[in-house]
C-alpha cells in the first residue's frame, strides 16, 4: 500500500461522517474530554490545513524526523495539549452548524489526498518546525486519523480498517522499543498506547518496566 492509499484508506471514513454529519451527532461527547464531534471535526480539518501547507513547501533541510519519532513530542495532560483542547473548542463554536466544520474537513481532507497523488513520495518537507518525507508525513496523518477515528466511537462505532490499525500498531511498537504482548487486539493497544484508556492490573503485569512508558504519545 502506497502511503498516500493509507491515507485515503484512513480518511474515508472520516470522510463518510463528514459528508453525512447531523446537527445533533454534532453535540455528542467524544473520547477527548470536552470536545463533541464539531469540535473534533474542526481539528481534523486544521490537521488537513497543515498538511496541505507542508506539501505545497518543499524544504532544503534535512531529514531530522520520521514517521514514529515525530510522536514522541506529544504527550496527554501537558500544559499544550489543555491549551490545544480549549483553543479547538472556542474555534470550532464559531459555526452555528456542525455542517461547518464538517464541510472545511471534507474540502481539505479531499485536497490533501490530490495531492498527495500528485508528490513525490521522498520529497522533504517541513511540518511542525520538523522537517520529514512525505511519504512519513503520510504515515503521521493516517494514524492521527486512526486515532481521532476511535476517538468518534459514538458516530463511528465500526474501527478504522486493518491495514490502518496496523500502521498505529508499528508506530506504537517502535515507540515502545519491543512489540506489546500479542495478545493486545489493536484497538485496545491504541487506546491504551495513546493514553485514552488506562492499563488493566493484567496489561500492567504484561508490560511489566515497559507499562511505566505509557502512554506513548496523545
Not at 37 to 42: G, H
Amino acid at each position: 500500500m502506497t502511503p498516500r492509499d493509507l491515507v485515503a484508506e484512513a480518511y474515508a471514513p472520516l470522510l463518510d461522517l463528514a459528508d453525512r454529519v447531523e446537527e445533533a451527532e454534532g453535540w455528542q461527547a467524544t473520547g477527548l474530554p470536552g470536545w463533541t464531534v464539531r469540535d473534533l471535526l474542526f481539528h481534523l480539518a486544521t490537521d488537513c490545513q497543515r498538511a496541505l501547507v507542508a506539501l505545497a513547501s518543499e524544504c532544503g533541510d534535512p531529514v531530522d524526523t520520521d514517521e514514529v519519532s515525530y510522536w514522541r513530542p506529544w504527550q496527554p495532560g501537558t500544559e499544550g495539549a489543555h491549551d490545544g483542547l480549549r483553543g479547538t473548542r472556542i474555534m470550532a463554536s464559531a459555526w452555528r452548524s456542525v455542517r461547518g466544520p464538517a464541510g472545511l474537513y471534507a474540502e481539505t481532507a479531499r485536497a490533501v489526498l490530490a495531492l498527495l497523488g500528485q508528490t513525490d513520495p521522498s520529497m522533504i518537507v517541513r511540518t511542525q518546525e520538523r522537517s520529514m518525507t512525505v511519504a512519513s508525513l503520510a504515515h503521521t496523518l493516517a494514524v492521527e486519523a486512526a486515532v481521532h477515528h476511535l476517538d468518534l466511537g459514538a458516530v463511528l462505532p465500526a474501527p478504522p480498517s486493518p491495514a490502518v490499525l496496523s500502521e498505529v500498531r508499528r508506530v506504537l511498537d517502535a515507540l515502545l522499543g519491543e512489540p506489546a504482548p500479542a495478545g493486545w487486539e489493536d484497538v485496545r493497544y491504541a487506546l491504551v498506547g495513546t493514553g485514552r484508556a488506562a492499563l488493566s492490573d493484567h496489561e500492567r503485569e504484561a508490560l511489566g518496566p515497559l507499562a511505566e512508558r505509557l502512554p506513548l504519545f496523545g
